[in-house]
Every structure is written in C-alpha cells, then in structure tokens.
C-alpha cells in the first residue's frame, strides 16, 4: 500500500506544481499587460516589467492553490479509476480511504503552506509590487505607512499622522515638524484634523504638492500646540488650518492595502481604530478571511479524490472543466459572503467561515461514502 500511495503522491505533486506555478505565471502576466499601459512615464525596462510580474506571483498562488489541488486530485485519482487501479486495489483487500490517508494530510500541508504564503510572503511582496508600480508609472511616493501610522514628505515639512480615517476624511494624532536646510524650526501637534471642501468645489482635482484653494479643500487642526522653536515660544490653538498635508484622495490611493498587511498588523490596526471609537467591519473580515482562506485547500483536494474515486470524473478536458466550475462555484460564494460582511449584513465570522463549513461538511460526506 506505501508503495502505491508514494506513487500516486508523485503524480499528484508534479501535476499540482504543473498546474499552481502555470496558472500563477499567466495570471501575473495577464495583470501585467493589463497595467503597461499605465507604465509609459517611467520607461520601464523588461527587467523591471519581469519583476513586478514576479513580485505578483505570491499572490496569485495563494488564490489558485485551491483550484490547483482540485483539478490535480480529480485527474490523477480519476485517470485511476479509468485504469481500474482502484478497483484492483480494492479486490485485493484494500481499503481506499486508508489509501488516501496522505493525501488528507497532503491538504492540511497545503493549507498550513497557503496561510504562512499568504501571512509572510505576499504582504511583501504586495507592498514591494505596490511601491514598484508607483516608480514605473512615474508616480512619486511621497507616503509611507506602518499598521496605520504615516509618514509624510511635505514641503519643508515632514508630517506624522497616527490614524487615517479614509470614510470620515479625518486624521488622529498628527504631528507636523518643518525643518529649514539644517535642523528643525518648529513642530506642530494636534490631537486630530478633518478636511473641509471649499464652498462650491467638488474636491476632486488635484495633484500631489498642491496647496491651499488649488486643492479644493484643506485641513483644519483641532487641539493644537505649535512649538515655535527658533521664536523660543509655544502657542496653543482650538483650531489651526495648513497647508502641509495632503488631500484625502493621496492617502486613499497610497494607504496601505489590506493585502500588503499581514493578520497581526491588521488587528493592530483594527484595534487602533476601534480605541479611536471607529470600527472598521471591512478590516475584521479580511482578518477572519486571512485564516478561513488557506483552509480551503484540504477541502479543495479531499473533495477532488473523492468525487474522483466516486466516479465522478470523465477525461482529462472534463476534469479540468469539473475542477474549474467547483472552483468558480466557491469563489463566487464566498466573495459574496465576504460583500455581504463588508456592508454589515452578515457578522464578519459567518461571512468568512460560512462557505468553507459549508463545502467542508460536503467533502467530510462524500469522503464518507467512498466506495470500499
């Protein structure tokens, strides 16, 4: 029996990397030509282009692992079936849920591989991918982030904002230090700022390093304390306006993406939030989403040995297309369960963990009726 299954563990590896790395590789590619349009301003070489294809491997892996595992147990364990492998093993003696013991423990590898690519890799990535894209498209980064915290580069200023509230336009914490060629001058704290549109102004163009009216709109401090360091003063204030922070729309397209933040930093920031008397339901979602993802792939691959050794596969085009349409099937699912999270409707547990309980309890079933 160890004999049989290390040989059937082998065709399922080659045709699982075969098939994961395949679709990954097209898939980055497809993004890539999607967005070279968007790279003319920085010229990019094909070294460069090579790279942020590369750097979006990571993540495209991670969605397609489920897939990948799928396909490759309905193909390999459904060529068996054809070959009446199976049901010489079974006139033998043979029990074939014993004989598909490793593939179970196969998946629980390859949901365990799934969540550390997913919690150490592809934020890196995501983030170097992000900051890559901004160069190629001749954007200047002028925002830097750290679970919420940004930093930024400002005219004669670097500015510190402790939180970004994106749907209320409101920053917590911000401290504003402005520096001549040589040292600091003076150093503004306030304990938050909202942005106020002008009268009549859409507040919708702008460009980076813009002031004042130009943006259609500013920011107003509150709670202020402005150390005048060359004056030797300090002067507080209700409410101060400047001219050192950027619009919202800078931040919103620069803040870091939940996909660039692993679990712990995004509960670190949804802690933030919540202490500052916001709660994010989209952050609380993606958290429970990070953990309940990865998990699908041993159900992925259990499901596809079982409806393989049920009969349930046909030739190789047919298996591809069964392993396809699960997939879609679950995909659609759960993005709507996530949709669903996200605008409240369901509680962020049951929109990420309702879809793999659910095809969960389907596999461990059809597991359980496999044919002896």
């Given amino acids: 029996m160890k004999i049989i299954q290390r040989h059937y563990l082998k065709e399922f590896s080659k045709l699982y990397l075969i098939v994961v790395l395949g679709l990954s590789f097209t898939f980055s590619l497809v993004d890539l030509m999607n967005k070279i349009n968007d790279f003319g301003p920085g010229r990019p070489s094909f070294d460069s282009l090579l790279l942020y294809a590369g750097l979006s491997l990571p993540q495209y892996l991670v969605y397609l692992m489920p897939m990948a595992a799928l396909i490759s147990g309905l193909f390999v364990f459904g060529q068996a079936g054809r070959r009446k492998e199976t049901t010489a093993i079974k006139a033998s003696g043979g029990s074939i849920r014993a004989l598909l013991m490793p593939f179970v423990f196969s998946g629980i590898v390859l949901s365990l591989a799934g969540f550390l690519l997913s919690e150490f890799v592809v934020p890196d990535f995501s ?29 004669g200023a670097i500015v510190k904002i402790g939180l970004f509230l994106p749907d209320k336009s409101v920053i917590k914490e911000v401290s504003i230090m402005k520096m001549n060629e040589y040292m600091l001058t003076e150093r ?15 507040d919708a163009s702008f460009s980076a390093g813009e002031t004042g009216a130009t943006r259609g709109g500013t920011w107003y401090l509150t709670g202020v304390t402005d150390y005048d360091i060359d004056a030797g003063t300090v002067t507080h204030y209700r409410e101060l306006r400047t001219d050192s922070i950027e619009p919202p729309e800078v931040f919103r397209e620069d803040m870091q993406k939940p996909d660039e933040m692993n679990v712990r930093e995004l509960a ?15 952050l609380i979602v993606d958290i429970h989403s990070r953990i309940s993802y990865p998990l699908i792939n041993a159900i992925m691959l259990v499901l596809g040995i079982a409806l393989a050794t049920s009969g349930a596969s046909g030739s190789g085009l047919i ?14 699912g ?6 669903m999270g996200y605008a409240g409707i369901f509680p962020p547990i049951v929109a990420a963990w309702s879809m793999p309980a659910l095809f969960g309890s389907i596999t461990l079933y059809l597991f359980g009726r496999i044919p002896e």
Avoid: M
Wanted: glycine share 8%; charged share 25%.
């Fill in 127 to 155: 983030g170097r991918a992000h900051k890559l894209r901004d160069s190629l498209a001749g954007k200047q980064n002028i925002l830097s982030f750290k679970e919420g915290t940004v930093w930024l580069k400002a005219k």
């Fill in 319 to 332: 298996t591809a297309a069964i392993g396809i349409f699960i997939s879609l099937l679950y995909w659609v």
């Fill in 268 to 282: 670190a920031y949804t802690k933030r939030l919540k202490k500052a008397g916001f709660k994010n339901t989209k």
């Fill in 188 to 202: 503004i704290e306030a304990e938050s700022a909202d942005w106020r549109p002008l009268p009549g102004s859409p």
């Fill in 334 to 339: 759960y993005t709507a369960c996530l949709s």
